[in-house]
């Protein structure tokens, strides 16, 4: 009875290790394999932003205010347009006498006029003040003034009425009529001025041709 018990045994050993051998081998195998399947597989890749972003996507960088430097100035507000300008302010000249007006001229024989001729034309004051003095006006030595560009009549406050009626006297009513100022315009003094009301400074128009 003890021979048969001892070869089996030895078979029940050897059937033990052979399982184990087996089983060893097959987790060799299995390992092995799962590291073939991870060298051989593909590894994949994130694209990095600075990969799938173009050149002209990249945001231009902001400037900021330094910490110690001035408040930026705050832009002028754009002037609105839809505003209509403001007109620029009107030089107006005093609208001139109707022509046909009848002016209250003073008595001719109390009104002292003086011409001077602002003018290369030889003898044109005497001619005008001999034209005046013979419509009865009070006329002065006729001198003269500095050049002239045109004829001008100045009158002393209280004489414009009487400067425009010697104008129509002479055929120019349209003057121009300004007030007399001190001292009196074309180089003329006050002393040479005397007692005349009435300036007439004669220019290169039709009073310095007018005839004898």
């Known amino acids: 009875m003890e021979s048969n018990r001892a070869p089996n045994n030895q078979m029940a050993i050897k059937g033990v290790v052979l399982v184990l051998a087996l089983i060893a081998a097959g987790a060799f195998v299995l390992a092995r394999g799962l590291d073939d399947g991870d060298d051989s597989a593909p590894v994949a890749t994130q694209p990095t932003a600075e990969a799938t972003m173009a050149p002209e996507d990249i945001p231009d960088p902001v400037e900021t205010p330094s910490d110690g430097g001035d408040e930026a100035e705050t832009p002028a507000p754009a002037p609105d347009e839809t505003q209509p300008a403001a007109p620029a302010p009107e030089v107006t000249q005093p609208p001139a006498p109707d022509p046909e007006e009848e002016l209250e001229c003073r008595d001719p024989s109390t009104i002292g006029v003086l011409v001077a001729n602002g003018t290369d034309v030889s003898g044109a004051a005497g001619r005008l003040s001999g034209e005046l003095n013979a419509a009865n006006y009070v006329t002065l030595q006729p001198v003269n003034a500095s050049p002239q560009t045109s004829s001008a009549f100045y009158y002393r406050a209280g004489y414009e009425v009487d400067a425009r009626c010697i104008a129509n ?10 007030p007399m100022s001190d001292p009196p315009p074309g180089g003329i003094t006050l002393e040479t001025l ?10 290169p128009d039709s009073l310095a041709q007018r005839p004898g």
Do not use: D, E, T
Not at 169 to 178: D, M
Not at 194 to 200: H, S, T
């Open 169 to 178: 006297q002479l055929g120019v009513g349209a003057g121009p009529f300004f």
């Open 194 to 203: 005397g007692n005349a009301y009435v300036l007439i400074l004669i220019g």
